[in-house]
């Protein structure tokens, strides 16, 4: 048994050994997600992400559950999120003195109150962000890059639906 799980754990950490597949993680923190949703926060074809969800799925890192023609993700366990967190709060102290790009405002340490991605909805902090745009004095923070894109193409689209 005391082998085993160490075993088991390396057969584990492989499957989450991809950036991508990493970060659907992050997107699933708060929510479940269908394939579709995942794609477009991620920019990312689809043939490519339902290998990676393939793999979490086999993993059992995430679970799925079919509902009309979508099927929805969802992290099976939060300690999949805490040990994510664990390991990104190491590598983002080693980034913390590098410059970042000028619109890239991102000091992802810091914890204010919750806002959500203006593209999807995704409830966010400045600590799951992936990425934030400084405009107008204003911070927009975004899931990942397939938000953010569609962000910079048509701001006003976004923010006129955000005011409902
Ligand atoms: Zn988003």
């Known amino acids: ?37 995942i794609q477009e926060m991620l920019d990312l074809p689809q043939a490519n992400l339902s290998q990676h969800l393939q793999v979490l799925r086999q993993a059992q890192v995430v679970t799925a559950r079919k509902e009309g023609k979508n099927i929805y993700y969802k992290i099976a366990h939060s300690n999949f999120l805490h040990a994510s967190d664990l390991i990104r709060e190491i590598l983002i102290k080693r980034h ?17 109150p919750l806002t959500h991605d203006p593209v999807c909805g995704m409830r966010l ?19 990942a890059e397939g938000c953010l894109k569609k962000f910079k193409t048509q701001p006003d689209r976004y923010l006129k639906s955000k005011q409902k």
């Open 96 to 112: 913390q003195n590098d410059d970042l790009a000028d619109e890239l405002v991102l000091k992802m340490s810091d914890l204010v």
């Open 1 to 37: 048994m005391y082998k085993q799980i160490f075993i088991e754990h390396a057969k584990l950490l492989k499957a989450l050994a991809n950036p991508k597949r990493l970060e659907i993680i992050q997107l699933l923190r708060d929510q479940e997600l269908s394939v579709g949703q």
């Open 125 to 143: 902090s400045p600590k799951t962000a992936a990425f934030a745009l400084k405009r107008k004095s204003q911070t927009y923070y975004f899931c």
